[in-house]
């Protein structure tokens, strides 16, 4: 059991800290001094994620902290809701860790959304391509090549071996913050066991659970080697972007930042305009078919966000 606030010297003091783990709306948060504290937002119109820098109370009728204030989000990455409406899913990262596996079969959509978010947030992404002793077939390989002709970098590894995974702590800057994100089953958490064995557990026991959910669905923040940090974050079916975020052009794909300037008029949108050289790389061959299919899928989506919103919220 915790031990009350009251004899931490916290009954009435207001204390900056981070946020190192969520679980609904609860939360631990760390503070200057190395303790972990448990907390909750105070009003239900404050969204706090897993890497922020918040400001808290105490609050003595419950023997909780209350994070009254987010810091300024040096960077973060958003989702769009159902509505249309942007939400932070992690915050404050340097580099965003794409997480996909032979199996389950991956959704290569969700990894193209995932890495148009980071684009459009200027985080770099980094694809890793975990349970490599399962072997990497020539479709999977040939879409590994694309991407890193576009410019992304990728890991190899396996979290049952440890084959590859130091060279996975190595692709993170020292000092950097990174988050996990991917489909559900790609073992993202098997990684940070890996990294960090027996970690998960002790970080899990701080979190209090919240009846009918599992743990699986907190994000949590680890201390790695180096002043590095690592987030692992709940697995996905599927990931749309903050369409506020994404670039009216391009919505992140940087193949399609690169061709744009080949297009007869400035606002082509790269779907059925004449003259269009994203259209026509993808034709050719030069620009991988199933990115351009990517891109008009999001493209679609964002339009249909959009229409969600309502007319008083479209920009």
């Known amino acids: 059991m915790s031990e009350p606030l009251e004899a931490r010297g916290l009954q009435a003091t207001a204390l900056q800290a981070r946020v190192v783990a969520t679980f609904g709306r609860h939360m631990t948060v760390r503070d200057a001094h190395g303790r972990l504290l448990r907390a909750r937002p105070f009003g239900r119109s ?32 958003y989702r769009a809701n159902l509505r249309g409406r942007s939400e932070p899913v992690v915050a404050n990262l340097d580099s965003l860790l794409v997480v996909l596996a032979p199996l389950p079969a991956p959704d290569l959509f969700v990894v193209d959304r995932y890495l148009a978010a980071a684009t459009s947030a200027h985080i770099e992404a980094t694809l ?19 991407y890193a002709a576009a410019g992304y970098a990728s890991v190899r590894c396996s979290a049952q071996t440890g084959a590859g995974t130091a060279g996975l702590l190595e692709a993170l800057p020292r000092g950097s913050v990174a988050a996990l994100v991917g ?11 890996r990294l960090l064995p027996g970690e998960q557990v002790a970080i899990g026991a701080l979190v209090r659970e919240e009846e009918g959910r599992h743990t699986t669905t907190a994000s949590r923040l680890f201390d790695l080697p180096g002043e590095r940090a690592l987030i ?24 399609v930042e690169r061709l744009a300037p ?7 949108r ?3 305009e004449p003259g269009c050289a994203v259209r026509a790389a993808a034709e050719a061959g030069t620009f991988l078919p199933r ?19 309502g007319p008083e919220r479209r920009r």
Do not use: M, W
Not at 48 to 67: N, S
Not at 183 to 193: D, F, I, N, T
Not at 262 to 268: K, M, Q, T, W, Y
């Open 46 to 77: 404050l969204t706090v994620v897993c890497g922020d820098e918040v400001r808290c109370r105490a609050d003595p009728h419950h023997d909780e902290l209350h994070v009254v204030e987010v810091l300024p989000r040096r960077t973060a990455l």
């Open 128 to 146: 890793v391509v975990n349970k490599e002793e399962l072997g990497i077939d020539a479709a999977l390989a040939a879409e590994l090549a694309a």
């Open 183 to 193: 489909q559900s089953g790609v073992g993202k958490s098997s990684l940070v066991a």
């Open 232 to 255: 692992d974050s709940p697995g996905v079916r599927d990931f749309a972007p903050a369409i506020d975020s994404l670039d009216e052009r391009s919505l992140g794909f940087v193949e």
């Open 262 to 268: 080949g297009c007869r008029f400035l606002d082509c």
């Open 270 to 272: 790269h779907l059925r």
């Open 291 to 309: 990115r351009y299919e990517s891109y008009r899928r999001l493209r679609r989506l964002r339009e249909e966000l959009s229409a969600a919103r």
